[in-house]
């Protein structure tokens, strides 16, 4: 019996990996002391909750949120007038008007020049004339150029928009001018309305104040004009200046305006925001004080809102507290969280050491396991302590189906039940939240429990959602709650449903091929006729093919008569044998002709060929990058059995000499799971079955007992964990629908004789 040391030596990694863990999840936890005091509304009161010293009432988040969004709105937005800015804008404008008229002055000379050039194109002085034309029309080129740089917004060709033409209404620069008064008018009143340079609706104080350099007046906020309802305002007052619809200088005034009208209210960020924040540090976060020794809550008694209030007024308190704690209290207090979360983190190791060694074993696996652990448990902080999100949107449901898949159901459940929790326990003893978790987690694992098809992460959703449904209005009923109170858990429990199951499948490809795990959906893959391997099979090694298929045919029978994975079992049957491809007409089921290749060889050269069909499988499952728990078929379906048939005949051409039997049997290893123990099984029973001339149930029947004992007796199952319960139920019963006989039945197509049967045959003969 190996000792303590030994063992600890053997585990040091998984040992790490555990210590680490435990050490990381305790760090997410509180002070146990919070948890006494953690209760939810409507719960009832285990026992009087007496305040231990003085500590402040606070408001709840909505109240407290209410007081700060008043006192927002309490402090008036601060705002700048700037008379400059409107100087600049007036000046701008002005200055528009003069380009304008320098403009209109060029084409009008233009016009003028191009008319002496017309009607002195025969005289002496067209040359001059030209060249004054030629000024001209590089003077107002000039002067164009200038325009569309400095106004580009007003610089397009609109045809009848165009302030330059010389022509009614602008047939005069007095016309121009009583235009330019009427929009600086207008611009004026609006300035003197005052136009803020924000938005009115993203102003959400209930006054605004606006700093003139004497004493600020306060104005509502829809007494003030953004830069839009300025507009508005501007194109209604022009309108009501040029009554006639006809009229251009509707349309080309708002063109104009719209170019120069600049808020004259500028606002005060900075000043604002620091009064507001000011306002915000004043508003009280408590609402009262419980005072020592003051009963908050008494046994049996419901806990109202009130009263919920105050017990997480108090957990609050008593966190300040424990972080003011130094030294020696600080350690005790993180040992008990420590050993705490190491309890409930036993719950699911224990059983993965006892029932599940294998897998405790491979250290890279428990790594994934304290990994989903950590990773669920850190969300658990992050979303209802740091985000401060519902509960119900962890995700413990992804770990169930991701345990399940990669693992089985009763990994999955397991280790459901101790996420759950350690969940529950860390946001607060919450029974209600532990109990629906590992309720919908369940339901999910059942779901995926047996993955065939990507299909089924549909009807898991569907599975999931109708699960939330029915523990949410359980334990309305149960608390005396009404619909629009479990709505909203609802909601969020449907969100989780709707998206666990998709991130699963997500997580599935990427947890594979990180740390080397085969799930069934890969399985599946493996199965399909048109997998290159297999292909070469059927090519090369027919025989060999359709041996592979009946001994995946019994396999997954025996392996659904034990539970064992059945899925896995036929694809370890379909590739077991592909070495014998590499010399296939050495092997009895790939002969089609009287010629056996064995008849000019030694005994021991005809099994060394017949064994090294492992080794050579090998090789090809590594080159076709068969997965680990497949190509482990190949060595272990032989184990280290011998070929009897060779070891037979060497043993009659000894003459009494010793025969060394190594040399006949298999390199091994032995089976070492219940997959590859059925398919030992499987195999050799195809093959004597094969053999037997006639068959019926009872000779069948008679030679599975033979190689079940043969291969007890052999030791050849000693390191897998089939029972002889199992064995039994492997074998299956003559007119029964599970394990071998029946499917050997259908096979070689026997039917059951019953005594009746026989008394009313032996009738009809006589």
């Not at 700037?82 to 007036?90: I, R």
């Not at 007409?585 to 790939?590: A, G, L, Q, T, V």
């Not at 090789?619 to 497949?630: C, D, F, M, Q, T």
Request: charged share 25%.
């Amino acid at each position: 019996m190996a000792s303590a040391k030994d063992v600890l030596k053997q585990n040091a990694r998984q040992i790490t990996v555990l210590t680490a863990l435990v050490i990381i999840v305790s760090l997410f936890f509180h002070q146990g002391r919070i948890l006494q005091y953690s209760y939810q509304v409507d719960d009832i009161a285990r026992e009087p909750v007496i305040a231990p010293f003085n500590f402040p009432i606070l408001k709840t988040e909505e109240k407290l949120q209410t007081d700060l969004d008043e006192a927002l709105r309490s402090e008036p937005y601060l705002f700048q007038r700037n008379q400059v800015a409107v100087n600049e804008q007036a000046a701008a404008l002005q200055e528009y008007f003069l380009m304008v008229k320098e403009i209109r002055s060029a084409m009008v000379q233009l016009e003028k020049t191009k008319e002496l050039l017309y009607r002195y194109r025969h005289d002496e002085k067209y040359e001059e004339v030209r060249s004054m034309y030629q000024a001209d029309s590089a003077t107002l080129a000039v002067l164009q150029n200038q325009y569309n740089g400095d106004y580009p917004a007003l610089s397009g060709d609109n045809g009848r928009f165009s302030i330059f033409n010389v022509q009614e209404p602008f047939e005069v620069d007095r016309e121009i001018d009583s235009f330019r008064d009427d929009l600086l008018q207008v611009c004026r009143n609006r300035w003197a309305e005052g136009i803020i340079d924000i938005q009115t609706a993203g102003i959400n104080s209930y006054d605004v104040s606006i700093d003139q350099g004497d004493i600020p007046i306060l104005l509502k906020p829809e007494e003030l004009n953004d830069l839009n309802n300025a507009w508005t305002r501007s194109k209604m007052e022009i309108n009501s200046l040029y009554i006639d619809e006809t009229d251009i200088r509707r349309e080309l005034g708002y063109i104009i305006l719209v170019e120069f009208m600049k808020p004259n209210i500028i606002y005060d960020k900075e000043t604002t925001e620091r009064r507001q924040q000011n306002r915000l540090d004043r508003v009280p976060r408590n609402q009262g004080i419980m005072l020592q020794d003051e009963m908050i809550v008494d046994a049996n008694q419901r806990i109202t809102p009130d009263i919920y209030q105050k017990l997480s007024s108090l957990s609050i308190a008593i966190t300040k507290q424990n972080k003011r704690e130094k030294g020696w209290e600080q350690v005790i207090s993180y040992l008990g969280r420590l050993m705490m979360v190491a309890v409930v983190i036993s719950f699911f190791f224990t059983f993965l050491l006892t029932y599940r060694s294998y897998i405790f074993n491979e250290w890279k696996l428990v790594l994934l396991i304290a990994l989903i652990f950590a990773i669920i448990i850190s969300l658990t902080d992050l979303f209802v302590f740091r985000f401060e999100l519902s509960e119900y949107l962890i995700p413990i449901s992804i770990a169930a189906m991701l345990l399940t898949i990669l693992f089985d159901a009763r990994i999955g459940f397991m280790g459901t039940i101790s996420i759950a929790l350690l969940s529950g326990i860390l946001i607060g003893n919450d029974l209600e939240f532990i109990v629906t978790m590992i309720f919908i987690s369940s339901v999910a694992m059942y779901m995926v429990r047996r993955l065939r098809t990507r299909s089924q992460f549909i009807t898991t959703i569907l599975g999931m959602i109708a699960a939330s449904l029915f523990v949410v209005i359980a334990h309305g009923l149960y608390k005396g709650h009404v619909w629009p109170d479990m709505q909203l858990d609802l909601v969020y429990l449907m969100v989780t449903s709707l998206f666990t199951p998709l991130i699963t499948y997500g997580l599935i490809g990427i947890v594979e091929v990180t740390f080397g795990l085969t799930t069934d959906l890969t399985l599946l893959e493996l199965l399909d006729f048109n997998h290159p391997l297999l292909k070469r099979m059927q090519r090369d090694a027919n025989g060999t093919f359709s041996h592979s298929i009946v001994v995946g045919n019994l396999a997954e029978a025996s392996a659904d008569a034990i539970d064992a994975r059945a899925l896995l079992c036929r694809v370890g049957a379909y590739y077991h044998d592909t070495g014998k491809m590499v010399r296939p007409e050495y092997f009895i089921e790939n002969l089609y002709s009287g010629e056996n290749k064995h008849d000019g060889l030694t005994e021991a050269m005809s099994a060394k060929i017949i064994r090294n069909h492992v080794s050579e499988g090998l090789k090809l499952a590594e080159e076709y990058g068969l997965p680990k728990i497949v190509s482990d078929f190949i060595p272990m379906h032989h184990g280290t059995t011998r070929v009897e048939y060779f070891y037979r005949k060497a043993l009659e051409k000894s003459n009494g000499k010793v025969v060394d039997d190594q040399v006949f049997r298999y390199p091994g290893p032995k089976p070492n799971s219940k997959e590859t123990g059925i398919l030992m099984l499987c195999e050799a029973v195809e093959a004597a079955v094969r053999s037997i001339k006639e068959p019926d149930v009872f000779k069948i029947e008679e030679m599975l007992d033979k190689i079940f004992k043969h291969r007890l007796e052999e030791g050849q199952l000693d390191e897998c964990p089939l029972t002889i319960d199992d064995l039994r139920k492997i074998k299956g019963e003559i007119d029964g629908q599970t394990g071998m006989l029946p499917v050997l039945r259908g096979i070689y197509h026997i039917r059951i004789e019953y005594p009746e049967e026989q008394q009313a045959e032996a009738k009809v003969e006589a």
